[in-house]
């Protein structure tokens, strides 16, 4: 008898320390998974703080025809906008003015705008950064498709063919396939103001099939459901996209 009460402790001992261990690595998933949500969150922000400065800087110059093309000193995210392309980068667009390099960028009857060449190098490096940590699964579909207005407007007017008449194609080839994932973030969320932005860069015949082709970084498989997506004709075409790659598990 003695015998078996102590072989009965012995067992619910086993017992408790099972349930103890377990227990233990439940915690530890846990606090795991709540210590790398804190890092992706950290790192998110800290990308999503180093856009805004970059945007915020006030490195460019810019006259137009309203204020008698009077240059003044203007924020990067002021020459982002659409309603004229940039030209293709010249050597004899550069100037300096004090220890700043200036790249001109428009000039049109409209507007005559330059930018500093170090936004564009530090654009290049937020990119290239932004695509190294999609790349390792920090950054997700749905932080990009947040940061769309300051992300998918590279993509439009001409900005891309200048960053590579600039640096050259292979060092661009960041900025394109980011770009490429955030359309493709914004559209199969439905995004209703981004899939309203992306139609008019398909209005402006934007060449997507050749940005893809030029991106090394998104899937084969992705790619077609990219193109399908911007193919799509409406909100329910869309749906159809969505749920036939995610039958094969592109999405």
């Known amino acids: ?3 078996l009460i102590e072989n009965l402790i012995s067992i619910g001992d086993i017992i408790n320390w099972i349930y103890a261990a377990i227990g233990a690595f ?3 998933i846990v606090l795991h998974r709540m210590q790398n949500n804190r890092e992706r969150h950290s790192m998110v922000k800290e990308i999503e703080d180093t856009i805004n400065d ?3 800087r006030e490195e460019a110059k810019s006259s ?3 204020n008698d093309f009077k240059c003044q000193t203007v924020m990067y995210r002021t020459i982002l906008h659409d309603e004229s392309a940039w030209d293709m980068f010249k050597k004899e667009n550069i100037s300096i003015d004090g220890n700043q390099r200036f790249v001109r960028i428009r000039n049109t009857d409209q507007h005559i705008e330059l930018v500093g060449t170090t936004l564009l190098h530090e654009t290049l490096i937020i990119f ?4 190294k940590l999609y790349v390792d699964k920090i950054i997700k579909d749905e932080d990009l498709k947040d940061l769309w207005r300051e992300i998918i407007p590279f993509m439009r007017a001409g900005k891309i063919e200048f960053f590579i008449s600039y640096f050259g194609e292979d060092d661009v080839k960041p900025i394109i396939s980011i770009c490429l994932h955030c359309i493709y ?3 199969k969320s439905h ?13 402006e015949d934007v060449d997507f099939e050749r940005y893809i082709r030029k991106s ?3 899937k084969f498989l992705k790619k077609k459901v990219i193109l399908k997506l911007l193919n799509a004709s409406d909100v329910n075409r869309y749906i159809d996209v969505i749920a036939e790659a995610s039958e094969t598990n592109i999405i």
């Open 185 to 187: 973030a914004s559209l």
């Open 191 to 203: 995004h209703e103001s981004a899939t309203k932005y992306i139609a008019n860069m398909k209005s």
């Open 216 to 218: 090394s970084n998104v």
């Open 1 to 3: 008898m003695k015998v």
């Open 54 to 56: 970059l945007l915020m």
């Open 128 to 131: 290239r950064r932004m695509q």
């Open 64 to 66: 137009n025809l309203n």
């Open 26 to 28: 439940v915690a530890y």
